[in-house]
């Protein structure tokens, strides 16, 4: 079985810091991936950076970057230089076979908040 | 770019009562999901489609029904609203299946729908 698991409920970070958001996960599978997304207050859920364990390099998209750490199992979300807008529900997520495709399991989200 | 579209935004229902949500994605994607986010938690699989004419069974089924005669639409069912029935649900798409490569895993959502059941 897969879980994947967020230990941070909430985060304050100051405006153009850089922050840390912890996850871990635990599966049996060989291969596999995380993904982060990030939900505002408006509620829609925005994919933000993608890695598969079989990816050499750490993942980056712009100021997001993924600090995947397979020995710990761990796939922490980076974000530097923090801005208002970030401020939003971040999940961690990992794709799951079921059938013939692969659902997300999600971790339970940690709540950042930018503080200008 | 549209991309995945989901009508109504809010609903209020009466136990017992009866609704569709509506989720259609411009995107020609052959994968398309129904998830339930409940308060403070993490999303949870409903119902998934693997093509137009096919539909299985996620973790939470019960209670939901869907179709999927087109590949851009992937409507949900409510039969008999139940107070658990209560939550956010996101429609989501990807390009697919079972693949490790990313490009094919990415599931981009819509906007949600908020439902209350009372």
């Known amino acids: 079985a897969q879980k994947i698991t967020q230990t941070q409920p909430g985060m304050f970070v100051q405006e153009k810091e850089a922050v840390t958001l912890d996850c871990t996960y635990d599966t049996s599978d060989q291969s596999y991936g995380l993904f982060w997304y990030k939900q505002p207050s408006s509620g829609e859920m925005i994919f933000l950076i993608y890695?598969?364990?079989?990816?050499?390099q750490n993942a980056t998209e712009g100021r997001y970057s993924l600090n995947f750490q397979k020995a710990r199992k761990s796939a922490n979300l980076v974000i530097s230089a923090s801005q208002l807008g970030d401020s939003a529900m971040y999940f961690c997520?990992?794709?799951?076979?079921?059938?013939?495709?692969?659902?997300?399991?999600f971790g339970s989200g940690t709540q950042l908040t930018v503080l200008p | 770019n549209a991309g995945v579209t989901q009508t109504p935004k809010f609903r209020i229902l009466k136990i017992g009562q009866s609704m569709t949500l509506q989720c259609t994605q411009d995107m020609n994607h052959n994968y398309m999901y129904w998830y339930r986010q409940d308060p403070g938690m993490g999303l949870k699989l409903i119902y998934y489609?693997?093509?137009?004419?096919?539909?299985d069974k996620g973790e939470v089924p019960n209670g939901y029904n869907v179709s999927r005669s087109t590949t851009e639409d992937f409507p949900l069912r409510l039969e008999l609203a139940a107070p658990s029935q209560t939550s956010v649900y996101f429609c989501?798409?990807?390009?697919?299946?079972?693949?490790?490569?990313?490009?094919?895993?990415?599931?981009?959502f819509g906007a949600g729908t908020r439902l209350s059941v009372l």
């Open positions: 989501a798409s990807s390009l697919g299946g079972t693949s490790g490569r990313r490009a094919k895993n990415i599931q981009y």
């Open positions: 890695q598969g364990s079989y990816d050499e």
């Open positions: 489609s693997v093509g137009a004419g096919i539909t």
């Open positions: 997520a990992m794709p799951r076979l079921r059938g013939s495709a692969r659902q997300l399991t």
